[in-house]
C-alpha cells in the first residue's frame, strides 16, 4: 500500500467534507446553531445536477466541461435560494427564542426534507446512478494513481477554499458577517442589515454544499435522498475539530478528516472500523479540546 | 432636533420607561443622570431601534422614527456608542473603524476621516493593524467613540464614556466629546454615572430616577439644585 496514495485519496474526500464543513461553521458563527438541515442540502444539489444533466447534454453535448461548469453554478444557485428560504421560513420567525428550539426545528427540517424527498412523486427513495458528468481519466503522476475527477475536486475545492477566505477577509461582506458573529447588536448599530447578512450566509454555505454534493455524487455508487447523512454528520465533526465557527478551521478539520478515514481504511484490521474514525474523534476533541484545534476557549455568554 | 414623548419601554414583565418625554435641541450637548437601574441605557437603546417600545414616540428632525430597525436608524443620522463599548473584538482597529463608515460610499473621506480621529485619539493609529480585543478599556472606549463618529452622524449617543476606564483617559475623552461638539457642531446624548463631569460639559440635563424623568433644568441649574447635590454630586 502506498502512503501518498492514501494521502491522495484522502485529500480528495477530505476536501469534499471541508466544503460542507465551512456552511456549518459560518451558520454557526452568526446564528449559533447547527444548522442540521445543511446535509440535505447537499443531497438537494446532488439531485439538482441529476435533472439538470440531461437538459445540458442536450445543449452542450455529452461530458462537456462547460456543460458541467453550467450544471455545478445553476445547482449551487438553486441551492443557495433554498438555503435562504430554509433559514427566513424555519429559523427567522425563531430568532428570539432559545437556541435550543431552534436546534430542533433545525433537525425537523432536515427530517422534513428527507422524507418529503423520498416520495415516490418527489425523487424517490431508490438510488439512482449519478450521470458522468465529465470524461474520467487515471491520472499517473509519481507512482500515484489518481481519477482526473478526484483531482479537479480537489483543484476546485482548494480554489473555493480561497475564494470564500477573500470573500469573508477582504469584502464588506465579509467584514459584516464577521462583525455580526462577533455582536449582533453592535453590527446593527454600526447600520448593517442583520437579517441580510444572515441570508447571505445561508446562500453562500448552501451554494457550496451543493457543489460538495455534485462532487460527492461524483465519487459515490448513486444518489438518494438520505445521501446527505453521512458526508453530513462527518463535516459537522469535522467542523468542531477545526474549531466550530473558526472557517481556516473547518477547512483544516475536513481535510484531516478525510485524511484518517482514508488512511484507517487501508489498514488491515482497522478498515472494519473506518466509520467510527469519525466519531472516536469527536469524542476525543469533546474529551480534551472542546473549542477545537484552531477555535480559542470562549465563555458562554448569557 | 430629538424628541421622546411619552416613551414606554418594558423588558418582559417589567417596564422600565414609564413614559419620559424629553429634548435634545441642535447642537447642545444633554445629558441624562440618574442611578444604575434608572432607565438611562433603556433609554438610549429605544433611541437607536435595540429595544422595542411600546409606547410613545421617537422623532428626529421631526420625523417619527419609533421602532424601526437600528441600521436605518443610523442611516438617518444617529450614531450608538453603547454601553460596554461592544468594539469587534475579533476585528482589527482600522476594521472597526471602517464597520462604522459601514453605510458611507464616499470612499475619498474616509482617509480624511479616518485622519480626523487620529487627531482626536492618536492612541488609535499606533494600534491600527491590532485586532481590538488586545486594546486596554480606555483604548476600547476611544475606538468605540471613533467608530461611531466614523459615520459622520448628526447625534451621537454616547453610554458610559468614563465607566471602567483610568481618570486621565477619561478627562482626555471628555475633552474630546466638548471638542467635537463645537469644532463639528454635532449633538449629543450623554448618559453618564458621573454625574459631576458630564453636567460639567452639557447644556441641558435630566435626571432619572426608577423609569421617570423627576428633573430638568440647564446643566449649571442642576449643579446647583441642592436634590440634586445630595443625591448624585455627592453633597
Known amino acids: ?302 | 432636533m430629538l424628541e421622546l414623548t411619552d416613551l414606554t419601554v418594558g423588558y418582559g414583565g417589567i417596564t422600565a420607561l414609564h413614559g419620559i418625554s424629553l429634548k435634545v435641541e441642535q447642537g447642545t450637548i444633554v445629558t441624562l443622570i440618574g442611578a444604575n437601574g434608572a432607565g438611562k441605557t433603556t433609554t438610549l437603546r429605544a433611541i437607536s431601534g435595540l429595544v422595542w417600545a411600546k409606547g410613545g414616540r421617537v422623532t428626529f428632525e421631526g420625523e417619527d422614527i419609533t421602532n424601526q430597525p437600528p441600521h436605518k436608524i443610523v442611516a438617518r443620522g444617529i450614531a450608538h456608542s453603547p454601553e460596554g463599548r461592544m468594539v469587534f473584538a475579533n476585528l482589527t482597529v482600522h476594521e472597526n473603524l471602517q464597520m462604522g463608515a459601514y453605510l458611507r460610499s464616499d470612499k475619498a473621506n474616509f482617509a480624511k476621516d479616518l485622519d480626523f480621529i487620529f487627531t482626536i485619539f492618536p492612541r488609535l493609529k499606533e494600534r491600527l493593524q491590532q485586532t481590538a480585543g488586545t486594546l486596554s478599556g480606555g483604548e476600547q472606549q476611544m475606538l468605540a467613540i471613533g467608530r461611531a463618529l466614523m459615520s459622520k452622524p448628526k447625534l451621537l449617543l454616547l453610554d458610559e464614556p468614563s465607566l471602567g476606564i483610568a481618570p486621565l483617559l477619561t478627562k482626555t475623552i471628555f475633552e474630546q466629546i466638548v471638542a467635537i461638539n463645537r469644532d463639528l457642531k454635532l449633538t449629543v446624548l450623554l448618559i453618564e454615572q458621573n454625574a459631576n463631569l458630564a453636567l460639567e460639559i452639557s447644556h441641558y440635563g435630566y435626571v432619572l430616577e426608577t423609569g421617570r424623568i423627576i428633573l430638568q433644568d440647564a446643566a449649571a441649574a442642576l449643579r446647583a439644585n441642592p436634590k440634586v447635590r445630595e443625591a448624585y454630586l455627592g453633597g
Open chain 1, 1 to 302: 500500500m502506498h502512503w501518498l496514495q492514501q494521502l491522495t485519496n484522502g485529500l480528495a474526500l477530505g476536501s469534499i467534507y471541508a466544503l460542507i464543513a465551512l456552511g456549518y461553521t459560518m451558520v454557526y458563527g452568526v446564528l449559533r446553531f447547527i444548522n442540521f438541515a445543511h446535509s440535505d442540502v447537499l443531497m438537494l444539489g446532488a439531485f439538482s445536477a441529476f435533472y439538470l444533466a440531461p437538459k445540458m447534454e442536450a445543449i452542450f453535448g455529452p461530458q462537456s466541461a462547460i456543460g458541467a461548469l453550467v450544471i455545478i453554478v445553476l445547482a449551487a444557485a438553486i441551492c443557495a435560494a433554498i438555503g435562504i428560504l430554509i433559514e427566513l421560513l424555519a429559523y427567522r420567525p425563531l430568532r428570539k427564542r432559545p437556541k435550543l428550539t431552534v436546534l430542533i426545528t433545525a433537525i425537523g427540517v432536515s427530517l422534513f426534507i428527507e422524507f418529503t424527498c423520498q416520495h415516490g412523486a418527489v425523487f424517490g427513495a431508490a438510488t439512482k446512478p449519478f450521470p458522468k458528468l465529465l470524461p474520467t481519466r487515471e491520472l499517473h503522476f509519481a507512482g500515484i494513481e489518481m481519477a482526473s475527477n478526484d483531482l479537479l475536486v480537489l483543484v476546485l475545492t482548494a480554489v473555493l477554499l480561497v475564494a470564500m477566505w477573500f470573500i469573508v477577509q477582504r469584502t464588506k461582506m465579509g467584514m459584516a458577517i464577521r462583525a455580526v458573529s462577533f455582536n449582533e447588536q453592535a453590527a446593527s448599530l454600526m447600520g448593517v442589515n442583520v437579517n441580510r447578512v444572515i441570508s447571505f450566509t445561508f446562500g453562500l454555505g448552501s451554494a457550496l454544499a451543493a457543489v460538495a454534493g455534485i462532487f460527492y455524487a461524483m465519487r459515490a455508487p448513486g444518489i438518494e435522498p438520505l445521501m446527505g447523512v453521512q458526508p453530513g454528520i462527518r463535516a459537522f465533526i469535522a467542523a468542531v475539530l477545526g474549531g466550530i465557527g473558526n472557517l481556516p478551521g473547518a477547512a483544516l478539520g475536513g481535510l484531516l478528516l478525510g485524511v484518517l478515514e482514508t488512511v484507517a481504511g487501508g489498514i488491515p484490521g482497522v478498515s472494519n472500523y473506518r466509520d467510527g474514525i469519525a466519531f472516536a474523534i469527536l469524542i476525543l476533541i469533546l474529551i480534551f479540546r472542546p473549542a477545537g484545534l484552531l477555535g480559542k476557549a470562549m465563555i458562554e455568554k448569557v
